[in-house]
C-alpha cells in the first residue's frame, strides 16, 4: 500500500508530484503529502484525507527552478490517518516516504530516544530520517549515511529521502515495495508503479529486491549486496490508459457492467472452435505436473477456491488453495511436481508476491493469473497468463474476478484437454458454456432497478450469510466480501451445508439470507439448507431460475443449463445488491474506509 512518487529536474514539480500522486490514489487515501528542496528553498505540505485536501492546501505554491521533490499517499499501518503521521517525514533537515514496514522499528526508535531524538509521529517510517541524520551528523557524507541507514532496516521497504545536506541528489531503496525509476534524459522519477511516469519518462528501470543509490545530475548509481551494479533501462509505453466513469456514478459501477465486454477480450485466442489454446503455455507445460497449489488474497483467493473445484473436475488433478498470508508461515511442504499458481488482480500484494518467491526458491514451477502486466508478480512468475480486464478503479473488485475465474475455468478445461481426462462432448460442452458467458455477464437495467429497490429492506438487522454450494460456496464468499466492503455490514459467506453446523443459531427474522440456488448444481440439496433456515424466520433473499415459495424477496435468474453461466449470472447479482446498499448507506463506494486498491504491506 501507499503511493511514493519523486522528481528531480527543473520542471515544476509539485504538479508533477501531484500528478504522480493522483495514479498512485487507489494505494491509500488515508493522508497525502509533498516535499521539495531547491537550493536552500525547503518545502513541505501534507493534508489528511483524499488527494483532493492536498490539492487545496498547496494553491498558491508553485516550485521554481532545479530541485529535488519527493511525494506520498498513505495507507496507514503504524498510527492513525493524522497530519502528524502523513509522510514525508521530517528530521532536522532531510524529509523521507516509505512505502512497507520497518519490523524492528521499535528497536531503532528506542536507541535514538535515548540519544535524545524526539519524535513527531507514530509511524515506523520515521526512524528512517532520524536514524539517516544520526549517521550523517557522525560521517558528514550523506550516501555512507543513508548506505548505513539502509543496513539497519529490517522488513519490506520502497523509500526515497531528500536532505538539505546534498540537495541536488534523491537517495532511493528497495526491499518487498515496489518502486521504479524513469528517465527523460537528465530529468529522473520515481513511482511506485509505471501510471505515474507514462507520458513523463520514456525510459524505466524496474529495481529489484535489495537495490539502493542515489540520482544526481541526471545520474543513477545502483548498489545491492554486492557493490555498485550495471543496469539496462527498458522502453516505456507511452499511452497511458486511463480510466473513465464514462457516465456511471462510479468506477464499481462501471466495471460491474464491462464485465461482458472485458470477457470477450480474455477469451480471444484461447477458446477455439473446438479446444482451448493458451500461447503463453508451451505444449509440455503440464508435463511432470501431478498437482496444484494455488496462493491468493481476498477475491482473487475466492476465484482460486471455485477454480479448486474445476481442476479436480476437468483437470483430474489435485488442487489446493492456500491464503497467501497463512501459506507463507505454515511450513508448507514444496515440491518440484506441484505447479504453483499465483492470482492478484494488481500484481503488487506483498503476501501472494512473497508466496511466489517461496514457490520459486523451492524449484517450483511457477504461472501467475495476472490483470498487471509488468507488475512484480508477472515478472517473477515463469509464465504469466494476463486476465485482460482493463485498468479496475474500484477497490471492490468485480471484473478482475470475473475474468480471473473465466482464465482458471479455461486452464482447468485445458488442463483436461492436454491429460485427456475430458471427453470430446464435455469439451464441447464447456466450450459452448464459455462462448455463451459474455450474454450472462449482460447487466439487466429491471433487474438493476428491482436491486436498486430491494436495497432498502437490507440496511439494518444483525448481518447476511451468503450461502452456496460447490463452486457456489466461494461465490458466496466473494459475495459477502463485496459487501462488506462497501457497505460495512457484517457480512459471512458459508457453504449451505454447514449451517446446521453452528452458524443456524444466529438465524431470527434480522439475520438476512442471500441463497445461490443454480438449479444446475445439488439444488434439492440447498433448497432443503434454505428451508431450514427459513423454518428459524431468517429472512431469505433467493437467487435462482426456480422460484422459491419461501423466499422473502427472491430474484429470478435466467441461465439454467450450464453452472459457469449461473455463476457469472449470479455474481453480476451479488456486486449490484451490495453497490446499491452501499449507495443508500452514503458511503464512498469507490475507495472504502480502511481500504486500499494494491496491498503491498504484510
Ligand atoms: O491485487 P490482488 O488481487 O492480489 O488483491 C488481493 C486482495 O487485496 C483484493 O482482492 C481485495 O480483497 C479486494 N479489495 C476485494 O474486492
Redesign the pocket.
Known sequence: MCGIVGYIGPKEKKEILLDGLQELEYRGYDSAGIAVIEGKKLSNFKAIGKLKNLREKTKSYKSEGFGISIGHTRWATHGKPTELNAHPHLGAYSYVVHNGIIENYQNLKEELQKDGVTFLSQTDTETIVHLFEKFNNAMNDPFPAFQKTIEKLEGAYATLLITEAAPDTIFFAKNGSPMLIGFDGEEVYFASSDTPIIGKANEVYYLEDGEYGFVKEGKVTLFNEEGEKNFTKQALTADKISAQKDGYRFFMEKEIYEQSHVMTDTMMGRVLDDSIHFEELDKDFFDDIYAITIC?????YHSALASSYLFQRLGKMRCDVEIASEFRYKEPFLTRKTLFITI???GE?AD?LEALKMAKTAGMKTLSICNVDNSSIVRESDVAILTRAGIEKG???TK?FATQSMVLWMLSLYLGQVRETVSEEILKREIDAMIHTPKALIVDEKLHAKLTRLSKRYLHGHGFFFIGRDIFFPLALEGA??LK?ISYLHAEGYPAGEMKHGPIALADSELFTVALMPKTMHYDKIKSNVEELSARDATILAISPEPFELADDFIKTQYDSHPMLEFFEMMVVTQLLALEISVRLGNDVDMPRN?AK??TVE
Request: glycine share 4%.
Open positions: 491468493a488474497c481476498g477475491t482473487s492478484s488482480q494488481s500484494t501472494t477497490v471492490a473488485s478482475a466480501l463485496k466492503e481500504l494494491s496491498v
